[in-house]
């Protein structure tokens, strides 16, 4: 079954992942096929695997449960079904007390100590007051009893917090806060909180991931983190309920990745120890169009046109690829085009931000080169190429002669990577390098930013795709049932 859903294109394989932990759904699910096919009563109950093969499924993708349910005889229950089996769970906003229990069991019961990562992200909502019958929905909240105020004003985003496993292959929203947006000193202050909670139930947090936003930077250096001297970053701060463990924060390096895109495009030359100039990535897409064959890459319009996609990481990671690299390369060493003429540090610069991004990227130890996570056996090669770029982007600047890219308004990106890099050597001495190391290899990955992404997807889905849901309808009851 799980194979035929992924032959359709209705999970990814994260879903799959999820889904084949459930055991023992076969039975269950034959004899209600049985009893349709011969036109018996169906059972009045459902065992618990199936229940939760079912929730977990519609949850990742209602469109694969609807083909399920309707091509294997109804064995599946009804969605109202499904609403009923979700009503126990709490989801205001606030810290959700089932997902803190959950999780202090799932660690109490654990064999080895689990390490976790925390997400935080924004999501916008619709400005809407929303009325159940019992009470108003859809105005800032953040998670205190006292808020039976219908004065207050409506909200625009969700606060999100995530946990993610770095040694496991799961992931729980603890908390979501409703506001107009909140300051740095307010995230501060959540982030605070969240990990004080998480302290008191053994969890064991070690790195904090968020985007690119300037009160995001500010919320860092409130929490114990420096970022002025570019020299010598301060990227680890204290728990605040464990003055000896220290927590690594991490720029999201997709945001970072679009950043550094969007930077070079818009700019067009930046200058390392020659220009670095984005005529070459243009003169490749003109080349591959006219003699309509590709040399072996993914080089398309939309990564140079690409103003009204810069949200899509598969752009700018299709850009920065060892594939246009060596494309730009063969094209000045083997053919000897005039246009390609002087390209030699534009294939360095996309070189080093591929392999940079694979290694921040890296989700198995399986994979292959820079791709493979980061274990003791590779540490020493990964932390060599770190150095090596970091002394890259600190040498960076706008142009010959002009300002470094690290004191110019569009360092963001740069800036991100190297706090990435600062964290990923300290990640590295911490828990992979040491006499007895806490894992046997980390994928950067599970640093990512990527997994809150999905579950607003998650949410936005279920709520007919809507990019700017209702609070109730669409956010609130879908937290709940991904809880």
Request: aromatic residues 10%.
């Amino acid at each position: 079954l799980l194979a035929h859903l992924k032959k359709k294109d209705f999970l990814d394989d994260d879903a799959l992942h999820v889904l084949s932990t459930v055991t023992s759904v076969n039975k269950g699910f034959i004899s209600r096929q049985l009893a349709t096919v011969t036109k018996l009563p169906l059972p009045q109950n459902y065992s618990a695997e199936l229940r939760s093969f079912a929730l977990t499924l519609n949850f990742y993708s209602p469109r694969a449960y609807e083909y399920v349910r309707s091509t294997f005889g109804l064995a599946l229950p009804h969605h109202k079904t499904l609403s009923r089996w979700y009503q126990h769970i709490g989801a205001a906003p606030g810290f959700t007390k089932e997902a803190i229990d959950a999780l202090a069991l799932k660690i109490r019961n654990s064999p080895n100590p689990l390490f976790f990562s925390l997400i935080m992200d924004e999501m916008s909502i619709r400005q809407q007051a929303e009325f159940d019958g019992k009470e108003v929905h859809g105005l800032i909240n953040l998670g205190f009893d006292e808020t039976d105020d219908d004065s207050l004003p409506l909200a625009k985003e969700a606060f999100v917090l995530l946990l993610v496993c770095i040694n496991s292959h799961w992931k729980l929203p603890i908390g979501y806060f409703l506001s107009n947006g909140l300051s740095s000193t307010q995230k501060q202050t959540l982030i605070k909180h969240c990990l004080s909670l998480l302290h008191q139930n053994s969890v064991n947090v070690v790195s904090l991931t968020f985007d690119g936003l300037s009160n995001n930077f500010s919320m860092a250096k409130q929490l114990g983190c420096n970022f002025d001297d570019v020299n010598s970053l301060k990227t680890c701060f204290p728990h605040p309920s464990d003055s000896n463990q220290e927590i690594a924060v991490f720029p999201d390096p997709r945001h970072m990745l679009k950043l550094v895109r969007n930077t070079f495009g818009e700019k067009r030359c930046l200058f390392s120890s020659e220009i670095i100039d984005w005529k070459y990535v243009e003169a490749l897409h003109k080349l591959q169009e006219s003699e309509g064959v590709h040399l072996g890459n993914k080089l398309r319009g939309g990564h140079i046109k690409f103003s009204k996609q810069k949200m899509k990481v598969k752009l700018a990671a299709q850009l920065f690829s060892s594939s246009v690299a060596d494309a730009i390369d063969y094209c000045h060493n083997k053919l000897k085009l005039q246009d390609f003429i002087g390209s030699e540090a534009t294939v360095e610069f996309l070189r080093l931000i591929n392999t940079l991004f694979d290694v921040l990227n890296s989700r198995s130890i399986r994979q292959h080169g820079y791709k493979k996570a980061v274990s003791k056996q590779n540490a020493d090669l990964y932390l060599q190429f770190m150095h090596k770029a970091k002394a890259y982007i600190l040498s960076l600047k706008e142009s010959r002669g002009g300002l470094p890219i690290l004191e110019s308004r569009r360092k963001t990106g740069f800036l991100g990577f190297l706090i990435c890099i600062k964290s990923f050597e300290a990640i590295v001495a911490k828990m992979i390098s040491s006499e007895r190391p806490d894992l046997i290899y980390f994928p950067l990955y599970k640093v990512s930013q990527d997994h809150v992404e999905l579950l607003f997807s998650a949410v936005r889905f279920h709520g007919g795709s809507n990019d700017n849901p209702t609070l109730h309808v669409s956010f609130v009851l879908r937290i709940g049932n991904c809880l």
